[in-house]
């Protein structure tokens, strides 16, 4: 069964510093990965794409992808308060032009002021 | 991004009756949408893909007969809960493609009595 993982947390980091969130996927065909946030009660939101291995920085973000390990990463730099939240990995597990996610069942962040 | 609506926000109903909620996305054409229920603490779990044109495709455990999708056009769908009991209540949320990614909408919250 094709699976996605996350440490559920929380992560606790103190407002100004890197919080690194972690995910691992188990197709190894993958190849569409993205990073949501989800305040509680709301929809997620889509924080990050990233499609080839390597970094990708948008702002404060900065995502990671190793396809070789089947790992994909979230740096979020000079963290706030307002960054608290469950951060949701999804990999695309089908194939080209579907959008079938698999969700990580999510890290709960918590910056502390 | 692309915007996706979904209406009602919230809805109580009283055990036994049929709930209908709505999805649009607004400034683009889906084909495809989805739809995702969330409980409490736990990640999303996708119970189905709306196609427009064509019947739905649900997946392992989601009762088609309890869960009605219609696809009735390029921006909208609907999911019907029907004969509804207080283990439906749960958080629904569908989302939709667009620039090769998900557009979440902002959620419907169900409550049976």
């Known amino acids: 069964q094709k699976e996605v993982e996350q440490n559920s947390g929380p992560l606790s980091v103190p407002e100004g510093a890197i919080a690194s969130l972690n995910c691992t996927y188990s197709?190894?065909?993958?190849?569409?990965f993205f990073w949501y946030r989800q305040y509680s009660g709301k929809s997620p939101e889509l924080i990050m794409s990233?499609?080839?291995?390597g970094d990708k920085e948008d702002g404060r973000f900065t995502a990671q992808l190793n396809k070789a390990s089947q790992y994909v990463s979230l740096l979020i730099r000079d963290s706030q308060p307002s960054d608290s939240a469950t951060y949701l990995c999804?990999?695309?597990?089908?194939?080209?032009?579907?959008?079938?996610?698999?969700f990580g069942t999510g890290t709960r962040l918590k910056v502390l002021a | 991004g692309a915007v996706v609506s979904q209406h009602p926000s919230r809805v109580i109903c009283k055990s036994g009756t049929s709930v209908k909620i709505e999805c649009r996305s607004l400034?683009?054409?889906?084909?495809?949408m989805f739809w995702y229920r969330q409980f409490p603490k736990k990640s999303l779990m996708l119970m189905a893909t709306?196609?427009?044109?064509?019947?739905?495709?649900?997946e392992q455990g989601v009762e088609k007969d309890k869960f009605l999708i219609n696809h009735a056009s390029l921006t909208l769908s609907t999911l019907t809960v029907t004969s509804a009991h207080p283990e439906d209540s749960s958080f629904y949320i569908c989302?939709?493609?667009?620039?090769?990614?998900?557009?979440f909408g902002p959620g419907t919250r169900l409550l049976v009595l």
């Open positions: 989302s939709a493609p667009a620039e090769e990614t998900q557009y």
């Open positions: 197709d190894r065909g993958s190849q569409s």
């Open positions: 990233i499609y080839s291995n």
């Open positions: 999804a990999v695309n597990m089908g194939y080209s032009g579907t959008y079938k996610y698999i």
């Open positions: 400034d683009f054409q889906a084909t495809t």
């Open positions: 709306s196609n427009e044109g064509s019947k739905a495709t649900y």
